[in-house]
C-alpha cells in the first residue's frame, strides 16, 4: 500500500504540469510524437507549464508516473468523435466559424487516420476488410504504405485480393465526399474500435519507455508500481524487450545482428550480461573471434554498470531497427509469440 505521507499529485500539479513532466522524462526520442499529436494551443499552454516548472523533486516524480500509469491501465473511458464535437461546438459558436473549425479538423484528421490505418497489424485489418466492398477495400488499401497494402493483400483470399488489385489498377480520382464517407467509416467503426480493445497498447508504451530506463530507475519504477498496481507491474515486465531476451535470436539473427556492432560496445554489454546470454553469443562466433572477445573483456578490468547498460540498450535498439525492416526476427518468449515493432 502507498505510504500515508505520499503526494497526491493530482492537488499539486495541474494538466499541463503533469504532461510537461511526463515529456520531459520522454525525451525527443519518446515524446516526439506525442508532442505532433497536440494542436497548437496545447503546445502553448504545456511549454508554458514546463518554462515554469522548476525544480520537481524525485518522490513527486516517481508518484506521478505510477499515477499516470495507473490512469492508463484502469477500465475507464472516453469516447469522442467528430459527431459529438461539432455537436458540442454549435451550442458554444455561431454556425460559420463551427464549419471552419470543422473542415479543418476533418482535414488533419483524416491525415492522422491513414497515418494510424498503416500501423495496425495486417491482420487484423485483413479480417475487417474482407467483410467490405472490393471497391471501398482497393480505396482504403492505396492509401497505405505499400509494404503495408502488400502484408494486407497477402493475408486476404486469393480470389478476393485479385478483385481488389484489380480495382486498385483501374482506379481513378475518388471523389472528396466518397472519402470523407469511407474515412468517417473507418474512424467510427474500426480505428477507434480497435483503440478501445488493444488495451496492451498502453501496457507496451510502457514497457518500451522503461526499456530506457537504467536499471536503478527501472527496478525503483516497478517497486512503486508493485505496491500500486501489481497488475500493470506484471503486465510491463511481460511486455518489455530487455538484453537477455537476444538470447532467444536464431543463429542467422543474431550473426547479423552481431555484424553491425562495434566490438567495444559488444565487449561492454556482455561484461555484464548473464552467463546464459554471454554464452549464447560466444557460441554463435568462431573459436578464435570468442577466444578474443573474452580476452578484451578481461582486459577491460570493472567497469561501470551505467556502462554497461548503455552498451545493452544500444545493441537491444539496434536490433529492434532491424526487425522492423525485416533483416532479423525477434521472439520474445517462443516462436508463436513474435513482437512486431
Given at each position: 500500500?502507498?505510504?500515508?505521507?505520499?503526494?497526491?499529485?493530482?492537488?499539486?500539479?495541474?494538466?499541463?504540469?503533469?504532461?510537461?513532466?511526463?515529456?520531459?522524462?520522454?525525451?525527443?526520442?519518446?515524446?516526439?510524437?506525442?508532442?505532433?499529436?497536440?494542436?497548437?494551443?496545447?503546445?502553448?499552454?504545456?511549454?508554458?507549464?514546463?518554462?515554469?516548472?522548476?525544480?520537481?523533486?524525485?518522490k513527486t516524480v516517481e508518484k506521478l508516473i505510477v499515477d499516470f500509469i495507473s490512469r492508463m491501465s484502469s477500465n475507464g473511458a472516453v469516447t469522442g468523435s467528430l459527431d459529438r464535437t461539432e455537436e458540442l461546438l454549435s451550442k458554444i459558436f455561431p454556425p460559420e466559424q463551427v464549419n471552419a473549425i470543422m473542415s479543418d479538423i476533418k482535414s488533419a484528421s483524416g491525415k492522422r487516420m491513414w497515418q494510424r490505418l498503416s500501423h495496425i497489424d495486417p491482420e487484423i485489418l485483413a479480417n475487417y476488410l474482407r467483410n467490405e466492398y472490393p471497391q471501398t477495400v482497393a480505396v482504403i488499401l492505396s492509401r497505405l504504405r505499400t509494404e503495408h497494402t502488400a502484408r494486407v493483400l497477402s493475408i486476404l483470399p486469393d480470389d478476393f485480393a485479385i478483385d481488389v488489385v484489380n480495382r486498385m489498377l483501374k482506379m481513378e480520382t475518388v471523389q472528396k465526399e466518397a472519402l470523407e464517407h469511407i474515412e468517417e467509416t473507418l474512424r467510427t467503426e474500426f480505428v477507434t474500435t480497435i483503440s478501445h480493445t488493444t488495451k496492451r497498447d498502453?501496457?507496451?508504451?510502457?514497457?518500451?519507455?522503461?526499456?530506457?530506463?537504467?536499471?536503478?530507475?527501472?527496478?525503483?519504477?516497478?517497486?512503486?508500481?508493485?505496491?500500486?498496481?501489481?497488475?500493470?507491474?506484471?503486465?510491463?515486465?511481460?511486455?518489455?524487450?530487455?538484453?537477455?531476451?537476444?538470447?532467444?535470436?536464431?543463429?542467422?539473427?543474431?550473426?547479423?545482428?552481431?555484424?553491425?556492432?562495434?566490438?567495444?560496445?559488444?565487449?561492454?554489454?556482455?561484461?555484464?550480461?548473464?552467463?546464459?546470454?554471454?554464452?549464447?553469443?560466444m557460441s554463435n562466433m568462431s573459436t578464435r573471434a570468442a577466444k578474443n572477445l573474452q580476452d578484451e573483456m578481461a582486459s577491460?578490468?570493472?567497469?561501470?554498470?551505467?556502462?554497461?547498460?548503455?552498451?545493452?540498450?544500444?545493441?537491444?535498439?539496434?536490433?529492434?531497427?532491424?526487425?522492423?525492416?525485416?533483416e532479423i526476427l525477434i521472439s520474445k518468449n517462443n516462436a508463436e509469440e513474435e513482437l512486431v515493432y
Amino acid at each position: 500500500m502507498p505510504s500515508e505521507n505520499a503526494i497526491d499529485v493530482n492537488e499539486v500539479m495541474d494538466g499541463p504540469q503533469r504532461a510537461a513532466v511526463l515529456l520531459l522524462l520522454l525525451g525527443e526520442k519518446y515524446g516526439g510524437q506525442i508532442w505532433s499529436m497536440l494542436d497548437e494551443d496545447e503546445v502553448k499552454k504545456v511549454s508554458l507549464a514546463m518554462a515554469q516548472l522548476g525544480s520537481i523533486d524525485s518522490k513527486t516524480v516517481e508518484k506521478l508516473i505510477v499515477d499516470f500509469i495507473s490512469r492508463m491501465s484502469s477500465n475507464g473511458a472516453v469516447t469522442g468523435s467528430l459527431d459529438r464535437t461539432e455537436e458540442l461546438l454549435s451550442k458554444i459558436f455561431p454556425p460559420e466559424q463551427v464549419n471552419a473549425i470543422m473542415s479543418d479538423i476533418k482535414s488533419a484528421s483524416g491525415k492522422r487516420m491513414w497515418q494510424r490505418l498503416s500501423h495496425i497489424d495486417p491482420e487484423i485489418l485483413a479480417n475487417y476488410l474482407r467483410n467490405e466492398y472490393p471497391q471501398t477495400v482497393a480505396v482504403i488499401l492505396s492509401r497505405l504504405r505499400t509494404e503495408h497494402t502488400a502484408r494486407v493483400l497477402s493475408i486476404l483470399p486469393d480470389d478476393f485480393a485479385i478483385d481488389v488489385v484489380n480495382r486498385m489498377l483501374k482506379m481513378e480520382t475518388v471523389q472528396k465526399e466518397a472519402l470523407e464517407h469511407i474515412e468517417e467509416t473507418l474512424r467510427t467503426e474500426f480505428v477507434t474500435t480497435i483503440s478501445h480493445t488493444t488495451k496492451r497498447d498502453a501496457h507496451q508504451l510502457m514497457a518500451e519507455i522503461f526499456n530506457a530506463f537504467d536499471r536503478q530507475t527501472e527496478g525503483r519504477f516497478l517497486a512503486a508500481l508493485d505496491e500500486t498496481n501489481r497488475d500493470a507491474a506484471r503486465k510491463i515486465r511481460d511486455l518489455m524487450f530487455t538484453f537477455d531476451d537476444l538470447a532467444k535470436l536464431d543463429p542467422g539473427s543474431v550473426q547479423t545482428l552481431m555484424r553491425q556492432v562495434d566490438k567495444d560496445t559488444l565487449c561492454r554489454a556482455l561484461k555484464g550480461a548473464t552467463e546464459t546470454t554471454r554464452q549464447f553469443f560466444m557460441s554463435n562466433m568462431s573459436t578464435r573471434a570468442a577466444k578474443n572477445l573474452q580476452d578484451e573483456m578481461a582486459s577491460m578490468g570493472p567497469i561501470r554498470l551505467k556502462d554497461v547498460d548503455e552498451a545493452q540498450t544500444r545493441i537491444v535498439n539496434l536490433a529492434k531497427e532491424l526487425a522492423d525492416r525485416g533483416e532479423i526476427l525477434i521472439s520474445k518468449n517462443n516462436a508463436e509469440e513474435e513482437l512486431v515493432y
